[in-house]
């Protein structure tokens, strides 16, 4: 399979074709100095899961972090989400934010994926800083019982972590890509190996590793520490009824036709789950990751919803913790859930891992 130049203007394709393998370089020695441990990494007191991708682009790891720090939180210890909070209004501030503590503005001030995250796992801790050993170390001295949970930290190797989980979208494919940006891989796939489980996030209609995937982690000898989850949508909630997250949602009917807007990394695959559930999609506006869509934005989107008839908006609940106001047209907010073809074996890491610690 052939990977053009991963989301380059045309004009700098002769450029990246250049920088391209400089960037490999770079990444391959960063790896070889922490490997060697000539360059160190710092340990938090408490365990640290990281979860994280070897891809660019949306592969689920902060629907995986989610509900990783429920079974945390289940099997009685107190999850704390270590981020850089992309996307926040202050990116160069340290946060730490108790669970409790009021945020008027949760996108602004915490980023997204956290303010997503502190939705759904209100009893966490958050540490929002580019240092997240710095962001660890405070929380560590405010309460204890803790375990981490570093998003997106497979690169970030400064910290010490007890459980490497990397998650793989398989419409991303592994087999015969390149390091960005002549690919989508962030760096060599040799940095399988220093993980402890890989999560693939499947379909619901498919099952263990195959194709492409399962050559790769078998030249790697991975398949033994392979696992399998589906995130799909689960249902459909008005806005107005799922920005009050005490309120029970009530069960609706799933629209016939819906307009998608979203500002996503992987922007095709919230396309792939809702066709999946036998909506219609009627048109689509996609936004670069991260983006708070703008009055005009959202302009263009009711347009776009209008003229082709769409009995709704759709968007994701990513896109979600970012409205104010709503647009003046039908808005749904598409609720995913994460599940496991075998949850005990998920569950069984997580407590070997936890259990094998001398704290």
Not at 168 to 173: H, T
Not at 332 to 352: I, M, P, S, W
């Amino acid at each position: 399979m052939y990977f053009p130049m991963y989301r380059i203007p045309r004009a700098l394709v002769p450029l990246a074709a250049i920088v391209g393998p400089v960037y490999e370089a770079v990444v391959r020695s960063r790896n070889v100095l922490y490997d060697s441990s000539v360059f160190r990494r710092s340990r938090l007191r408490s365990p640290v899961i990281s979860i994280g991708n070897v891809t660019t682009g949306g592969t689920g790891k902060t629907p995986l972090a989610i509900f990783t720090a429920k079974k945390i939180a289940g099997m009685g210890f107190t999850p704390a989400i270590l981020s850089r909070g992309f996307g926040r209004s202050d990116p160069g501030a340290a946060r730490i934010i108790p669970p409790g503590e009021p945020i008027r503005f949760p996108a602004s001030c915490l980023g997204d994926e956290p303010a997503l995250v502190r939705r759904h796992v209100p009893q966490a801790w958050l540490g929002l800083s580019r240092d997240r050993y710095a962001a660890g170390s405070r929380i560590e001295r405010q309460t204890g019982n803790l375990v981490f949970i570093l998003d997106d930290g497979f690169q970030h190797r400064k910290v010490h972590r007890d459980l490497d989980i990397v998650v793989i979208d398989p419409s991303q494919p592994l087999e015969n890509n390149s390091i960005f940006p002549r690919g989508t891989l962030r760096e060599p796939l040799s940095g399988l190996l220093r993980s402890h489980a890989i999560v693939l996030n499947r379909t619901r209609e498919s099952g263990s590793p195959a194709g492409p995937e399962k050559a790769v982690f078998e030249q790697l000898h991975l398949a033994g520490k392979v696992l399998c989850c589906e995130q799909y949508i689960d249902k459909m909630i008005p806005f107005g009824i799922w920005r009050e997250p005490d309120k029970p949602a009530p069960s609706l009917p799933v629209p016939e036709s819906v307009f998608l807007a979203a500002a996503l990394g992987n922007p095709e695959r919230f396309r792939t789950d809702v066709l999946k559930l036998g909506v219609r999609v009627r048109g689509s506006l996609f936004f670069r990751d991260h983006y708070k869509l703008q009055p005009e934005d959202w302009a263009r989107c009711v347009d776009g919803a209008r003229r082709s008839a769409a009995d709704a908006i759709l968007v994701t609940e990513k896109d979600a913790v970012k409205i104010s106001p709503p647009p003046d047209f039908p808005l749904l907010v598409a609720v995913q859930t994460t599940r496991f073809r075998d949850d005990e074996a998920f569950l069984a890491l997580l407590r070997r891992c936890l259990s094998n610690l001398e704290r």
